[in-house]
């Protein structure tokens, strides 16, 4: 079965069907343990980490942690990302990233530090059949660029950072909605909304059109709200306050 393109188990598009949503959703994230737990429940489609994450977690050991991962989630679409800030080198990580299964894409930044950009590399690998996640994205100039470095028949993802896009003021919607349109023709591309700040921006992204969104443990936790009647998440509101006050014996 797939979805959007992408393979997963049965139980995972089942459990997307249930909250209504087209878009694919993938658990962004480097804590094995929840990794495993949003697999085994079918909530998460795919998976996306990156080294801030890994770092975060306290994780010391690259390939060893990717490894675990890999044997634990065999068959579904799991992002890892190169670290190195040169292009030669950032070639020479992937190719042995990719070599870690089928499974696997290969995250690699749209420019370098020094704000060089890597069109030349994505080009390069993507012609020899790594499946990459191009990151970090967040202009429509970027998509464009990106686009024409993908090889015709050759799985990639573009992660459009509209969380950060958010961040800076700016609507992302639009945006996204371009970025939908200007890979529409070539199949091979899916447009990935990246770092959502809010559950909303889960129902955005499947209005876009947007193939995945990527989301952490805290928001996949919340998709099961949706169509929850405002009236009694209001009471529940309040009695969440009532047993707060209870249990820490307030007075006045």
Not at 91 to 100: D, L, R, V
Request: glycine fraction near 6%; hydrophobic fraction near 45%.
């Amino acid at each position: 079965m797939t979805t959007q393109g992408l393979p997963v188990t049965t139980s995972a598009a089942r459990q997307v069907r249930s909250h209504g949503l087209r878009v694919a959703v993938f658990c962004d994230g480097a804590n094995l343990n929840d990794m495993v737990a949003a697999y085994r429940s079918g909530v998460a489609q795919g998976f996306t980490t990156n080294p801030t994450l890994m770092r975060k977690a306290g994780i010391t050991d690259y390939v060893g942690f990717a490894r675990d991962v890999l044997r634990e989630i065999p068959d579904l679409p799991i992002s890892f990302e190169v670290f190195a800030d040169d292009f030669g080198t950032m070639a020479e990580q992937a190719t042995k990233i990719a070599s870690w299964g089928p499974n696997v894409f290969v995250k690699v930044p749209v420019m370098n530090t020094k704000r060089e950009p890597a069109y030349d590399l994505i080009r390069q690998l993507s012609r020899e059949g790594i499946k990459l996640n191009v990151t970090a994205v967040m202009t429509l100039d970027q998509c464009l660029a990106v686009r024409e470095a993908i090889a015709v028949g050759t799985p990639a993802i573009l992660s459009v950072f509209a969380g950060r896009v958010a961040d800076t003021g700016t609507d992302p919607v639009p945006m996204m909605r371009e970025a939908v349109n200007i890979c529409a023709e070539h199949p091979e591309i899916m447009v990935l909304w990246a770092s959502p700040r809010e559950v909303l921006n889960i129902y955005q992204a499947d209005e876009c059109g947007c193939h995945i969104i990527t989301a952490t443990p805290d928001l996949l936790a919340k998709l099961p709200l949706r169509g929850k009647d405002l009236t009694e998440y209001s009471r529940e509101t309040v009695q969440m306050f009532f047993d707060d006050a209870q249990k820490a014996g307030f007075q006045l």
